[in-house]
């Protein structure tokens, strides 16, 4: 299935989107749900007036209109607002250093490449904050999560209409296929389904209503087949840690089926992914002994030189978004880990708001699944939590935080975990008939009561 089609919608659905956000903020955020990891599609409408820009407008409509409509300070129940928004500043004033540190222009203007990366990258926390300010109910956080198991079903058609016609009988790098999500390449595709697969696993195992679950197998099937053929061993690896969290946690049964797949893997899978997989560790050239396949090894020079560069900058850091710029090992641009990233280009000052987040948001996962009687919360809160670990461990293997069309569905529901934690607390007022409640609170039975006494005249 390919999604051209959508094409010619995605333009005036935008503008749609702006205007009805004024009137109900949460209708902008379901726009975007619908088309932030169509970056192949959302390119195409770049030629037409703003159209390079339809996620900011989108995103500051939702805002005037929450601000218009706020009932309450917006951001209360946001606990993580706090260190997001010193991380936003010091990341700014990092990317000052680096333009001193390297000789860079200075980041004034949106054409310089390193202020444009920096937007997008603190865009991706302010969508937490807009979308918490928008959905306020139940009934909203469960339309979200529709409809990004909608676009991700459509992000499955896609991949699948291209990769099942290709010959799969042995791996090579050609086969593989980043599908709607563009230039996050196969690795951040991944990722992806690796992350949202995750929270997929706890609605369709949890006592969810029958069409969500049912919604989440279908989605969840679409997602294992994508996570199978980006033939990203990352990604593997970062499904199989949230799986074996929620086991862990609440269904052990998916112990079981972890080990399963990993007997797929070795049986059943076509052998493209199984040489993939195999082809890891390969007999060295120079010994009679085993070594790391050409790619990983290249990594390992590649972060064994980046810590060179952490030595010299422990505090500070070079400056954000500079490694690029210094012209380091291999020639490459990215250290293919993003915590080693971060450690040389905003030294352990940046680590640390990095990890305080990844902490933070995984305990508004833990404490929803912990906190709410609602079995929807609870597998919403799992299944983030979930996502949460899903992320940190594909971290390890290249950025996975920096792109919208990987990362913006992590920050939304961010914003709809920290809304349910709300939501769950609050007790609707209890509706009963009047004659029920005399029963219950008198132990009187109505039909005993003796007849009413005659009014005095």
């Not at 396949?293 to 500079?322: M, N, Y």
């Amino acid at each position: 299935m390919n999604l051209e089609f959508l094409v010619p919608v995605l333009y005036p659905g935008a503008i749609l989107a702006c205007g009805l956000s004024l009137w109900r903020p949460h209708i902008g955020i379901y726009y975007l749900v619908l088309v932030l990891p169509l970056q192949t599609l959302r390119y195409q409408i770049q030629s037409y007036p703003l159209g390079g820009s339809i996620i900011d407008y989108v995103l500051l409509a939702v805002l005037i209109g929450a601000l218009f409509h706020r009932p309450e300070p917006m951001f209360d129940g946001l606990p993580i607002k706090g260190v997001l928004l010193c991380s936003f500043i010091y990341s700014y004033l990092s990317l000052w250093h680096g333009s001193l540190f390297v000789g860079l222009p200075l980041p004034l203007s949106i054409d310089d490449v390193r202020f444009s990366n920096w937007k997008s990258y603190v865009e991706l926390g302010l969508m937490a904050f807009i979308a918490f300010a928008a959905i306020r109910t139940r009934e909203q956080v469960r339309a979200v999560l529709v409809l990004m198991c909608i676009t991700v079903l459509g992000v499955g058609l896609d991949f699948y209409g291209v990769v099942s016609t290709q010959d799969l009988s042995h791996f090579d790098d050609s086969v593989r296929y980043s599908g709607v999500l563009g230039y996050a390449g196969a690795n951040g595709l991944g990722a992806f389904v690796a992350m949202f697969g995750v929270l997929l696993v706890a609605m369709a195992t949890m006592k969810v209503d029958r069409k969500l679950r049912t919604l989440a197998c279908v989605t969840l099937m679409g997602c294992v087949y994508c996570l199978l053929f980006s033939f990203s061993r990352a990604a593997y690896i970062a499904f199989g840690a949230g799986l074996l969290l929620m086991a862990l946690l609440q269904k052990r049964f998916l112990l079981t089926f972890l080990f399963a797949g990993l007997l797929g893997c070795a049986c059943l899978v076509p052998s493209a992914i199984s040489e993939r997989i195999s082809g890891t560790v390969v007999q060295s050239a120079s010994s009679s002994g085993e070594a790391l396949e050409s790619s990983a090894q290249e990594r390992v020079i590649i972060w064994e030189d980046a810590i060179s560069i952490f030595k010299a900058f422990p505090l500070q850091g070079a400056g954000f978004q500079t490694y690029q710029f210094l012209h380091r090992s291999l020639g490459y641009g990215d250290t293919h880990n993003f915590y080693i990233k971060v450690l040389i280009e905003q030294g352990l000052i940046g680590i640390f708001f990095l990890l305080t987040i990844l902490g933070q948001m995984f305990r508004q996962g833990i404490g929803l699944f912990r906190a709410a009687e609602d079995p929807f919360y609870s597998a919403l809160g799992l299944g983030f939590a979930g996502c949460i670990v899903a992320a940190a461990i594909a971290n390890f293997f290249g950025d996975r935080w920096s792109y919208i069309q990987v990362d913006s569905y992590l920050w939304i529901l961010l914003a709809v975990v920290a809304r349910s934690r709300l939501l769950a607390k609050a007790k609707p007022a209890e509706i009963e008939d009047w004659e029920e409640a005399e029963d219950k609170y008198t132990n009187i039975p109505v039909r005993d009561l003796p007849p009413a006494l005659p009014q005095p005249s």
